[in-house]
């Protein structure tokens, strides 16, 4: 019998540490055979005790190598040459990728045969492997990350009084049986990869930075920071009918969350890109990764058919009774505007999905803006002239104004001569041009 190393034979003297990246590499390819007690140049050296090294071999499939390989591989003692040697036989595995227990999913855990040699994956192969696998559901899949916290996620679970232990995460899919993490669980973790990205803009364009920032962590986590983000900058307003004061906030508070948390369920999780959330004087946009579900038109979404694209994220979001029930928070978003007089738009391309919030408050400051008389305005361009310089502060005392109106008012005087705008943030003045 002639032995030689080809991309399907692997020769061993002895039982080695390296020798579960052989097997690993054959399972995740199209198999092969392993001879134990032969040199690399085919000299066959023996074994003295074939049954303890074909044992030894066993108890290291089945500690180290991740999933359970233990069924695609057989154990044959042969006689060569009067000497004994093992043959073990590996049959390609049907849960690829396989794996080091202790490095996880990743290139120095994963091995493939290329030649005569077992190599690491690279993380291409890594994730093809997974998708013949598991298939092509992204929150399925199991996690090229394994090295995952769940802090934030088990605060949320136990804000609730929900258990979250293992028998937990099996049955809601953020782990497989096997115990691996899933993609879900990646989404859930303290590790997430995934961002949302938020900024304001000064005016209705995307021309000037007043503040942006990009979120990170578990989903929960991006969740609260976003809210509060949002939620700080959404001002109140206050108008008068006759004696009763009326306090509007610009964005109605369900109509964000609802927002926010569409942006979270329904995204496209495969793409790396991030979501934003622009934020204008006039509107805040939302821009979620990830145009409709194939078959679903936008006059579906607005009559409340939904068909979820990631719906063991919604289910967990559902038992956190974050969200009712399916289908329904775009209609949430449209009652929240019922009888302003404004309506959110929604906005759909082959890879995403825009909602626009309008502000509620745009059209009273307007409003406010056009009833300011002339003479008002020569108040204001007396002041610059006596004091050199004004700040918007001094601007509001002096009419008696709102912070956004007078804002407003400051940029249209600039914008038509009246006023020139030195400085920035805290050191804005506005000068006489004269």
Known sequence: MIFQESETVELKAIVVEDIKKEIIAFANCEGGKLYIGVQDDGTVSGLDDPDGASLQICNMVRDAIKPDLTMFLHYETLTVDGKKIVAVDIQQGTER????????????????????????????????????????????????????????????????????????????????QDGVYTNLGLLLSDQCVHTIKAAVFEGTNQKQFKDRKEFTGSLFQQMEEVYDFIDFRNQTHSSFDRLRR??????????????????????????RASTFISIYTDRIEFTSIGGLVSGVTLKDVTMGISV???????????????????????????????????????????????????????????????????????????????????????????????????????????????????????????????
């Open 97 to 176: 990728p396989y794996y080091i227990a202790k490095k996880g999913l990743r290139p120095e855990g994963v091995y493939v045969r290329q030649g005569y040699s077992s190599t690491p994956a690279t993380n291409t192969a890594i994730r093809h492997m997974i998708k013949e696998t598991d298939g092509d559901h992204f929150e399925e899949m199991r996690s090229l990350e394994q090295n995952l916290t769940f802090e934030k996620a088990g605060k949320e679970f136990a804000d609730r009084n929900i258990r979250f232990g293992q028998v937990q995460m099996k049955t809601l899919g953020i782990m497989t």
């Open 246 to 271: 009326i306090d509007r906030r610009d964005y109605p508070e369900m109509a964000v969350r609802e927002a926010l948390l569409n942006l979270l369920v329904h995204r496209e999780y495969s793409f």
């Open 308 to 434: 979820c694209r990631n719906a063991k994220l919604a289910n967990v979001f559902y038992r956190l009774e974050l969200i009712e029930a399916y289908g329904t928070g775009i209609l949430k978003i449209m009652d929240a505007y019922e009888g302003t007089g404004m309506t959110p738009q929604i906005e759909t391309s082959d890879n995403a999905f825009k909602v626009v919030l309008p502000n509620l408050n745009v059209r009273t400051e307007q409003e406010n803006i056009s009833s300011i008389s002339g003479t008002e305005e020569e108040k204001v361009i007396a002041l610059a002239k006596e004091r050199g310089a004004v700040t918007r502060k001094e601007v509001e005392i002096l009419l008696g104004i709102s912070q956004t109106t007078c804002g407003r008012l400051l940029k249209l005087m600039t914008e038509n001569g009246q006023l020139i705008k030195v400085g920035k943030g805290k050191n804005t003045r506005y000068c006489f041009p004269g």
